[in-house]
């Protein structure tokens, strides 16, 4: 069974007594797992965050310009190498998402009608954080699974990615509510902010597709 250089020992074990193997319905699971929380950033990002924006009363340009953030999932090949080399794989992933969430928070305490410069950085923060936390789940999903095992391991990853992103495509319509301002500044239309980073730039500005 093959050894992670970073992971302190084989990590197919997981937390097993040492000698005791880890059935591949087991690694599913776990590769379930991971893969559905490597899916909730996007969402959030594709879905979410352009409802949040719009019933802000953002404008839909701008909306559009911030899809250009996609780009740090396209770049993400330039830092690959620094998590492979330092650090263990899980701990990228809790630290992508401490991060993560520090993003949203300042992004949610904004209430700002138009994208300011804090909050470009905390949605690029968020983003650069995204791709991260992908780096690292695609290492230890790979370090995982044995010689023969990839082909259900990469149908799992693939499945559970795509839950996770759908799941949050589910978030927008409570999150639409949560985001009107009581007073009624800053409402959108019916149908307004529904569609999406993708619906965004091509209502306004063209913007990289994630």
């Not at 650090?87 to 991060?99: E, F, K, P």
């Amino acid at each position: 069974m093959r050894k992670s250089p970073r992971g302190g020992g084989s990590p197919a074990r997981l937390h097993c007594a040492p000698g005791v193997g880890v059935s591949l319905r087991r690694k599913l699971a776990v590769i379930a797992l991971v893969y559905v929380i490597e899916g909730f950033p996007m969402g959030i990002f594709v879905d979410v965050l352009p409802v949040f924006f719009r019933r802000l009363g953002v404008s839909k340009a701008e909306i559009g310009f911030l899809a250009g953030l996609s780009v740090a999932w396209s770049l993400k090949v330039l830092w690959s190498p620094l998590i492979d080399r330092f650090g263990l794989r899980r701990q990228w992933i809790s630290g992508a998402n401490v991060a993560m969430a520090a993003a949203l928070l300042l992004v949610a305490r904004s209430g700002a009608d138009a994208l300011t410069a804090a909050i470009w950085l905390a949605v690029s923060a968020y983003c650069i954080a995204s791709a991260t936390q992908d780096i690292a789940i695609d290492a230890y999903t790979i370090g995982l699974v044995d010689r023969g095992e990839e082909g259900p391991a990469n149908a799992m990853r693939m499945t559970g990615y795509r839950l996770g992103v759908l799941r949050c495509a589910a978030l927008p319509a409570p999150l639409d509510r949560l985001a009107r301002n009581p007073r009624g500044r800053g409402r959108a239309p019916r149908g307004d902010g529904r569609r999406g980073l993708h619906g965004a730039s091509r209502g306004g500005a063209r913007a990289g597709s994630p």
